[in-house]
Structure formats: C-alpha cells, structure tokens
C-alpha cells in the first residue's frame, strides 16, 4: 500500500513539478534520452562525443556558478580544470590510486586553488577580477613547463588509468556524474545560499548592508566552483587518460564561457544547454574541416546578435510565460496561471520579450 | 648583457605600448573588453605579408594599406556586432573571443598553419652599448616612439581627444555637455585599430606570423591593462615598461626563463593588484549601477 503511494505522490509531483513547464520537461527527458541511448545506438564515436559533453557541462555548470550566479566573472577557470586534471593523474601515476580515490582528490587540491584565486581576489571587482583570474592558469602553466621533469612538461602526464574498463562504463560514469553534479549545483543557486549568490551578483553594497558577510560568501563561492570544475578536471584526465598543459592553457579558460554565455548566463541549465549544442556542433562541422572553427565562431556571433540573453531563455522566453501576480512560470499553452488562476495575456505583444 | 636586456625591453616595451594604449582607449570610452583586440594586430602582420610577398608591394605603402584595411574591419565590426550589444557585457566578451577566433581560422585558411615572416625593410646593424643592433630594430622603434607621441598629442591637444578623454570620464555627462556619443566610441575604436594595425604592422618583420600569434600578446595586453590602470593611458606606458622590462630579465637571467616570463608578468600584475586594485594609474570608477 505504501509502495502505491508513494509511487502514486512521486507521479503527482513529477507531473505537477516536470511536465507542467516545457523548459523542465525538455531537460527531464534529455538526460533520460542521454541514460537510454547507448540501449539503441552504440556507436563508439557518438558515445566518445556524449562522454566528453557531459564532463565539458560539469565545468560549464562550475563557470555559471561563479561568474553568471555570484557574478565574479572569471576569465581563468582552467587553474581549476588543470589543477585537477594534473593532481588526479600524477597520483594516480605516482601512488598508484584508482579514480575513484584520485578524481575527489584532484577536486579537492581545485578546491585549495579555488582558495588561492578567491582571496586575493576579494579586493578586486568587476573587469579587474576577470582579468586578474585570466593569470592564475598561465602562471601555472608556466610552472608546469619549468617543473617538467614532474610533470612531463609539454608532453603532460600520460598512461592514466582508464576511467572505467569499457566503453559503454565510461559513459555511464561520465553521464551519472554529470547529471548529479549539475543538479547539485542547480540546487545550490536555488538554495538559500543561492539567494545569496544572487544578491551578491545583483548589489553586492546592498547584500553587505543586509547583513551579509559577502566575502566570506564570494570565497564560498569560489571553492564550490573549483570543487565541480575539479570533479570535471579530474574525469577528464581519466577519461583522455592524460592530463597535458593544454588543461591549462588560455583556450580551455574561453570553452566554458562561449558555451554558457551561448546557452544563457546565470541560469545552470544554460550551460548544459550550451555545451550539448556546440560540443557536437563542432564535431558535425567536420563535414569541413578547414572551415571548421570559422563556421562555429560565425554561428556563435549570429546566434548572439539576435539572441543576446543566450539560446535556452530565449526558447524558454517563448515556451514559458511569467504570471503577471505571482511571477510562476506557465506553459505558452495556458490561459490562466497555474498557481494563483490570473488570467495570462493572450495573446503576449510580438516583438516584447517577457520579463525583461 | 645587461644592454640586450635593454634593447630587447625597449623594443618590447613600444610594442606593448601601442597596443595597450589601444585596448586601453577602447575600453575607457567604449567600456568594451576587446579580447579581439591583438586579433587586428595579427591581421594586420599577415595583410603586409600578402601584400609584400604576394603582391609584390613596397613595404612602406603595404603598411598603409593594411593599417587601413584594419580600422576599416575593426569599425564594420563594430558597428555591425559589438555596438548594438553593448548593454550586455558578457555577451560582448564572447562575440570579441568569438571575433578572434573567427579572424584566426580565416588566416589559418588563407595562409595555412605556417610560419612565415616579411623580408625586412633595411639591411645592416649598429652596435650600440655593446649590442649589435639591426637598422629594422631602430627604425621599429622610432615608428613606435613616433605613433606614441602622435597619439598622445591627438588625445590632449585636439577637441576629438577632449571629448574621448571625457567619454572615458563619464559618458553621460559627455552626451549632456553635448559631445556625440556614439562617434566618439566609433573614432576611438577606428584609433586604437590603427595602433594595433600598425604594431602588427612594424613587427611583421621582426617576429614571426602564425595564427596563433594572438594568444600570447592577449593576456600580455591585458596584464599591462589592469596594472596601469584600466582606461589610463599613462598607466598602459608605465605598465607596458615595467612588463616589457620584467620579461627581458627573466628571459635572460633565470635558467629556463622563456617559459616563465608569462607567469612572471602575470604575477607582477597580480601584485600590483594587491596593493593597489585599481592598477597604477586607474581612477576608481564610481560604482555603475
């Protein structure tokens, strides 16, 4: 009996939490189609795309957290990724520890990184910020390249354990911990210390007048942030089996913020958004190779000279309306809102963007 | 040594310069981060390339040709994609990495990954403190030392210089006070392209064209920026002095120095921005909200 009822209010609040907004039902069966897909198609080169997506939309989620969440936008979020990339395949080389003890422990040393980035930085805001978090990685890099009898120099680490023994595994690990991951982070921004993140991004003078202790907050931050960019770093050394100076260099600190301004900033699901459109994007521009690069950087500046907010809120702009009394989000299809019943304006003025 | 150390910072030092004071200028009126900014400067280095080797062009009128053919890129693009985005800072972040790399893929297209470099403009050395001393290397530097000063003189002598160094101040009481706004952010954009052009331009035959040349020069620029001082073009001359210098003496002074000049400038800035967070030279901006 208990088993019905309990099945029976998980369907009730599935419905009534899911399927009732079209944006929350499109990422619902995303990741059930991306956990259901290897069922049908197995194909070794689309899995190896998906497995790389998916760790790529962990260190998306991680920059969203930092930059579009608490708005310390940070143009250096590879000393994250490489940190972690570089502890978890020197221990694993070197002390002979199997992923599943390196990949925390990489995130952990990102963590420390995160420290070492976020209290020097507390002093500074806005574009000196972003630029100043620009040096941490090349600084880094520079020393991996001096150290390289360590760390393999231009080579990197290489010969790291595999992720998981097979194929099929790997994608199973790499998607499960995105998924989880990345719903840890969405519920991190929606919790109260998310409100908080928010207020710091929108009047981080206000917030301090509320009685907040932003500093010790935007640190938070920071460490939270190089946690989830670390657990990324540290799959994807294990995954790529290497852990090079590439983890660190100024491209691998761009990645996260072409994808999460492209998706939409500030909202999580942008950043997953993002990266599961560009990652294949690129990879199905191979069609032509020499032209590769400039057709992904071209679609990237027209998609965002018409969709400045970025490709999720604007599908969402369209798919969701905004309750004028209680400011729920409806499906287009409603007349009345769902939670309070106010009639919604029907039909919404073309041209007008909602909420903005 | 110590006179290498010099020329090779003097050199570097001018470089530097011109093109943070571009960078610089842009963002001060045009509050606009132009990662793309060192973009121009490398397609300025392969247009005098194709015009030299290719078309068989003398070099002082190749110069002009590219330099013009970059302001006329930076301003179309501007105008096209990055002014009416403006509102949105983080967009226009990614449309200048996006531009950059747009620009380096067209290269990579049009010239393949190569190395390559210009024949140089006159043949024969100096020796000066003991430095042997390329006439390419003087005449590089007294082009830099010249545009500077010409730069200079435009932003504090001409009424175009008064309202640029206004719209940085504040660009609301510029527009009150009756300056146009809008061609003001479009001039500084079309100056500071032209110094980037020709930076790219005077060292086409010094160092080497890839396009990848970008990268490395970026987070250089940006260094210089943020320690002088974003929108201060005093602190943009202090600062790319003070890098250019740091780099030669790593480079030459610590056994595997060339790897870790980066990190060593880098590192200078962070410095300076412990001490002092808005750079040497920088105003605290009143809190835009």
Redesign the interface.
């Known amino acids: 009996m208990t088993v019905v009822r309990y099945l029976n209010w998980l369907w009730r609040e599935f419905k009534g939490e899911i399927l009732v907004l079209p944006g929350r039902s499109i990422l619902f069966f995303g990741a059930v189609a991306l956990l259901a897909l290897p069922l049908v198609f197995r194909h070794p080169y689309a899995l190896r795309i998906l497995t790389m997506a998916s760790i790529f939309a962990i260190f998306a989620a991680s920059w969203d957290l930092i930059s579009g969440v608490v708005g310390q936008l940070s143009l250096g979020h590879a000393i994250f990724f490489g940190t972690a990339a570089y502890t978890s395949a020197l221990l694993n080389l070197n002390a002979g520890l199997p992923p599943v003890v390196t990949i925390p422990l990489g995130a952990l040393a990102a963590v420390v990184a995160g420290l070492a980035v976020g209290i020097p930085c507390l002093r500074l805001k806005g574009q000196y910020l972003s630029l100043a978090t620009l040096a941490f990685p090349i600084i880094l890099a520079g020393l991996v390249m001096v150290f390289s009898s360590v760390t393999g120099g231009e080579l990197g680490v290489s010969g790291v354990t595999r992720l998981a023994p097979t194929r099929l595994k790997e994608y199973y690990v790499a998607v499960v911990a995105a998924i989880v991951l990345i719903l840890a982070v969405w519920k991190i921004t929606d919790s109260k210390v998310g409100i908080i993140f928010h207020a710091i991004r929108e009047d981080e003078v206000a917030a301090r007048a509320s009685g907040i202790n932003t500093p010790l907050y935007k640190v938070l931050a920071f460490c939270l942030s190089g946690l989830f960019a670390g657990l990324a770093g540290g799959l994807y050394a294990h995954y790529m089996r290497i852990a090079g100076p590439s983890t660190l260099s100024v491209l691998t600190s761009f990645q996260p913020i072409i994808w999460v301004i492209f998706g939409g900033i500030a909202t999580i699901y942008g950043a997953v958004v993002g990266v599961f459109v560009l990652f294949p994007l690129v990879e199905v521009l191979r069609v032509a190779p020499e032209l590769r690069m400039l057709l992904y950087a071209a679609s990237i500046v027209l998609v965002l000279r018409f969709m400045p907010e970025g490709l999720a809120p604007w599908v969402i702009d369209r798919l969701e309306r905004k309750c004028p009394r209680c400011k729920e989000h409806n499906a287009f299809t409603r007349r009345a809102c769902r939670v309070c019943g106010t009639a919604l304006r029907v039909p919404q003025e073309k041209g007008v963007p909602s909420g903005g | 040594m110590l006179g290498n150390i010099l020329v090779n910072a003097l050199m570097n030092a001018g470089v530097y310069a011109m093109l943070a004071v571009g960078f610089s200028l842009m963002?001060g009126v045009a509050r606009i981060?132009n990662l793309a900014h060192t973009a121009f400067y490398m397609v300025a280095g392969y247009c005098i390339f194709y015009l030299v080797s290719t078309a068989g062009l003398p070099l002082p009128l190749a110069i002009l040709i590219s330099i013009v053919a970059v302001v006329v890129l930076a301003v179309v693009v501007y105008r096209l994609?990055i002014d009416?985005?403006r509102?949105?800072e983080?967009?226009v972040?990614?449309?200048t990495?996006?531009?950059a790399?747009?620009l380096?893929?067209?290269m990579?297209?049009w010239f393949g990954g190569y190395f390559r470099s210009v024949p140089a403009a006159t043949a024969g050395y100096a020796t000066i403190l003991g430095v042997r001393v390329s006439f390419q290397y003087l005449l590089t530097l007294g082009v830099l030392a010249g545009a500077l000063v010409a730069v200079w003189l435009v932003l504090m002598k001409t009424k175009l210089g008064l309202a640029i160094r206004a719209t940085a101040q504040d660009r609301e009481i510029a527009e009150v006070m009756g300056m146009d706004e809008s061609r003001t952010a479009t001039l500084t954009v079309a100056i500071a392209s032209a110094l980037a052009g020709l930076a790219g331009a005077i060292v086409a035959p010094l160092y080497i064209l890839e396009p990848r040349m970008w990268?490395n020069p970026?987070?250089i620029v940006?260094?210089i920026?943020?320690l002088g001082g974003?929108g201060s073009l005093k602190g943009s001359l202090f600062g790319a002095a003070i890098i250019a210098l740091a780099e030669s003496l790593v480079v030459f002074l610590v056994p595997?120095g060339a790897?870790?000049?980066?990190?060593?400038s880098?590192?200078i800035?962070?410095l300076v921005?412990?001490i002092r967070?808005?750079?040497l030279f920088g105003v605290a901006f009143e809190?835009e909200?």
């Open positions: 963002f981060i994609l009416p985005m509102e949105h983080t967009t972040l990614i449309l990495i996006a531009l790399l747009v380096q893929e067209a990579l297209l990268l970026l987070t940006l260094a920026a943020v974003l595997q790897f870790l000049k980066g990190a060593f880098l590192g800035m962070i921005l412990l967070p808005e750079g809190e909200r």
